[in-house]
């Protein structure tokens, strides 16, 4: 379809409110997706990040609190009270 002039081209034969309406409306809601998927990810990201933090830290907690129980076990067997007791 050719057009006489720009005009011409934006009036869309009478049509033109509607479908730079539509286009207008169109790229709105392209763009507010777009806006929210960015945001997601960046909220996602420190979601994991959070969560992998935690496990870090449960990790560790894990860890130091066998260790705690193993060294105060060592204790327990090679005090002098314990030998003691064996005899």
Do not use: C, H
């Not at 050719?2 to 539509?22: H, I, K, P, R």
Request: net charge positive; proline share 1%.
């Amino acid at each position: 379809m050719q057009f006489e002039s720009f005009s011409a081209f934006v009036d869309m034969g009478g049509y033109g409110f509607y479908v730079w309406l539509s286009f207008g409306v169109s790229l709105l809601a392209l763009g507010i997706l777009a806006f929210d998927a960015v945001r997601q990810k960046k909220v996602l990201f420190k979601a994991v990040e959070k969560e992998q933090a935690r496990k870090v830290r449960i990790k560790a907690a894990k860890t130091s609190a066998t260790s705690q129980v193993k060294s105060s076990y060592s204790e327990a067997q090679a005090s002098p009270r314990n030998e003691e007791m064996k005899q």
